[in-house]
């Protein structure tokens, strides 16, 4: 609290249970560190099967065989693939019919970024409009973009393709009103 310099935010675990259990969950950029803790706090609400998606198979792998051990009654799925991959994510989404997205996937290295935009633009922006798009193709109840504090006012190639991200994504609640767009920005914080 001293720290934070406010009150900590309570969560409603009641409400996220509401929205997960025995649902079915894709996270997107499953193996990142941002999406293999997601995928680890969304295994305590009891989904009944979270999709790993990424690009790289180490990492995920690492993560299912945890869960397993972890939540051995939640079915785990390794789905190797890229945001880039139109006909990967419409097989993974006419396959598995996900309830809600969790979209992590995402280049987030700044330095790395400013370097290579081009790759950021194709991965952060082209990546979020195929997720989200299929993912209202699909009807998919829930969508989450994973954004960050860079975006606000962005003052880099990274922030830049992730505002980019967000802009896309609510502009699919125009174009799928059956599934509702969200998008939520982390920092650097505590």
């Excluded at 193996?31 to 706090?41: A, D, M, N, T, V």
């Excluded at 935009?117 to 952060?124: G, M, Q, R, S, T």
């Excluded at 509702?180 to 650097?188: C, P």
Aim: aromatic share 8%; hydrophobic share 40%.
């Amino acid at each position: 609290e001293d720290r934070l310099g406010r009150n900590p935010v309570k969560l409603d675990t009641q409400g996220i249970s509401d929205k997960i259990k025995d649902k079915t969950v894709l996270v997107t950029g499953g193996g990142g560190s941002i999406g293999s803790e997601l995928c680890r706090q969304l295994a305590a609400y009891k989904p009944e099967r979270i999709l790993i998606f990424d690009i790289y198979e180490n990492n995920v792998y690492s993560l299912q065989l945890d869960l397993m051990n972890k939540y051995p009654f939640i079915k785990t799925d390794i789905v190797i693939g890229s945001v880039r991959d139109r006909a990967r994510l419409d097989e993974v989404f006419r396959k598995w019919r996900p309830d809600v997205v969790y979209h992590a996937a995402a280049h987030k290295h700044v330095p790395l970024m400013e370097d290579n935009p081009c790759e950021a633009v194709k991965n952060n922006v082209f990546g979020t409009y195929n997720v989200s798009d299929i993912a209202g193709k699909y009807e998919a109840a829930k969508f989450v973009l994973i954004s960050t504090d860079k975006a606000v006012n962005p003052t880099n190639v990274m922030g830049a393709t992730k505002r980019l991200a967000e802009i896309t994504t609510l502009a699919m609640n125009v174009k799928y009103p059956n599934t509702t767009f969200a998008a939520v920005r982390f920092g650097n914080v505590l």
